[in-house]
Nanobody, 124 residues
Framework: QVQLVESGGGLVQAGGSLRLSCATS????????MGWFRQAPGKEREFVAA????????NYADSVKGRFTISRDNAKNTVYLQMNSLKPDDTAVYYC?????????????????WGQGTQVTVSS
């Protein structure tokens, strides 16, 4: 059974940085696309970033381009989201998600497996 566990969330001041990690188990991460989504209170879950199975392609939401970086370490079965220059609008629960193919998807429906989420709070 595939499991995803996020970590690294917390409270940070605006302009600060956090690094989220998503550790997967159950099946190898190789050749599988991964994504990060977030959901703020009262809002729908939205796409943040994704990385292809090979790791050679990434995609970011316009709101985080230039500030967030997604990466992966297949040997550790882990995906990361480096978040810099954080803003109060970045406050949300962040979810890691796993596809069953190597191509990137920007839609939550494209992901079969989800983590439990980690809270990120950015104070002004």
């Amino acid at each position: 059974q595939v499991q995803l566990v996020e970590s690294g969330g917390g409270l940070v001041q605006a302009g600060g940085s956090l690094r989220l990690s998503c550790a997967t188990s159950g099946r190898t991460l190789s050749c599988i696309a991964m994504g990060w989504f977030r959901q703020a209170p009262g809002k729908e879950r939205e796409f943040v970033a994704a990385i292809s199975g090979s790791g050679d392609r990434t995609n970011y939401a316009d709101s985080v381009k230039g500030r967030f970086t997604i990466s992966r370490d297949n040997a550790k079965n882990t995906v990361y989201l480096q978040m810099n220059s954080l803003k109060p609008d970045d406050t949300a629960v962040y979810y890691c998600a796993r596809r069953v193919v190597g191509l990137i998807s920007l839609e939550p429906a494209g992901y079969l497996y989800w983590g439990q989420g980690t809270q990120v709070t950015v104070s002004s």
